[in-house]
């Protein structure tokens, strides 16, 4: 079996690829709005498998200069995973716009 950490990093990487690669340009496109729902459920379903597979065990994680318990490790891993694909994704797909008002 992978170790804990690898697990969580790779369901992290699973989720990321696809919400961006196949979730936000089928049903959000360029609303900032719909892709930030639609995040909170995929952060939500990456928190909810490492709890489920984690919680209670008393399992460390390492994030090289401290140790943490899984909801913080797959919370940062997850959020330092999406942050480029998100800033990749709003530039490409011109999402910014969406979040300024209308005239």
Do not use: Q
Request: charged share 10%.
């Amino acid at each position: 079996m992978l170790n804990p950490e690898l697990t969580v990093i790779s369901f992290n990487v699973v989720v990321v690829i696809f919400a961006y690669f196949v979730v936000y340009p089928r049903f959000c496109g360029s609303n900032g709005y719909k892709i930030a729902a639609n995040d909170l459920i995929a952060t939500g379903l990456s928190l909810i498998m490492a709890g489920y597979l984690f919680y209670g065990s008393g399992t460390k994680f390492s994030l090289i200069v401290v140790d943490v318990n899984w909801f913080w490790f797959s919370f940062l891993t997850y959020l330092a995973m999406e942050m480029p694909l998100m800033n990749w994704y709003f530039n490409k797909h011109n999402v910014w716009d969406s979040f300024r008002p209308k005239e």
